[in-house]
């Protein structure tokens, strides 16, 4: 029922909106992590944005009932039923910083408890959430790889660098 101000029409067509979009940025997700706000005030919830934003990532607070209408249709669908209390909803495109980030501020701060987390359709529990945020994040990946890739390039100039120095110095480099 509409009251004399249009009020619960602006509110629902805010929900909606609230919900497609979500709904659209979680089809595009690599993973999703899920807290519960035990009382974090506003500064905190900031610094918690603050640092996902930092990641590519987005947090969310709102009603359970929003949260599982986004998820139908995605590969988070599996989390819907753990929507209890006053939950919010991590979300971006690399789930192991996003893991790394939200237990290193759980751990920093403790009215926020890490509820669950999903990368894809794999649905975690805490703990998975907690282990996950040990492995290296997908630039670590990367940066490792490079470094492997590069290290015989690099042993191998090295070489040929002592061999052209030896040379040039009228020693005779050894066969």
């Known amino acids: 029922?509409?009251?004399?101000?249009?009020?619960?029409?602006?509110?629902?067509?805010?929900?909606?909106?609230?919900?497609?979009?979500?709904?659209?940025?979680?089809?595009?997700?690599?993973?999703?992590?899920?807290?519960?706000?035990?009382?974090?005030?506003?500064?905190?919830?900031?610094?918690?944005?603050?640092?996902?934003?930092?990641?590519?990532?987005?947090?969310?607070v709102a009603k359970n009932r929003l949260i599982a209408l986004a998820l139908n249709g995605t590969k988070y669908e599996g989390l819907k039923d753990q929507l209890t209390g006053p939950t919010t909803i991590v979300y971006g495109d690399d789930i192991y910083a996003l893991t790394k980030a939200v237990v290193k501020f759980?751990?920093?701060?403790?009215?926020?408890?890490?509820v669950a987390g999903s990368s894809g359709?794999?649905?975690?529990?805490?703990?998975?959430?907690?282990?996950?945020?040990?492995?290296?994040?997908?630039?670590?990946?990367?940066?490792?790889?490079?470094?492997l890739l590069q290290a015989p390039a690099s042993k191998m100039a090295r070489v040929l660098h002592v061999y052209a120095t030896k040379e040039e110095s009228g020693e005779q480099p050894a066969a």
């Open 1 to 60: 029922m509409l009251s004399s101000n249009g009020r619960e029409a602006v509110d629902r067509a805010q929900k909606e909106q609230t919900v497609s979009a979500l709904n659209k940025d979680l089809l595009s997700s690599d993973g999703t992590v899920l807290t519960h706000n035990l009382g974090l005030n506003a500064a905190d919830i900031t610094d918690l944005r603050r640092t996902i934003r930092g990641i590519n990532g987005h947090v969310l």
């Open 106 to 114: 759980a751990k920093n701060n403790e009215k926020l408890k890490i």
């Open 121 to 147: 359709s794999d649905i975690m529990d805490a703990k998975a959430v907690e282990a996950m945020s040990k492995l290296p994040s997908l630039n670590e990946m990367r940066a490792t790889f490079i470094g």
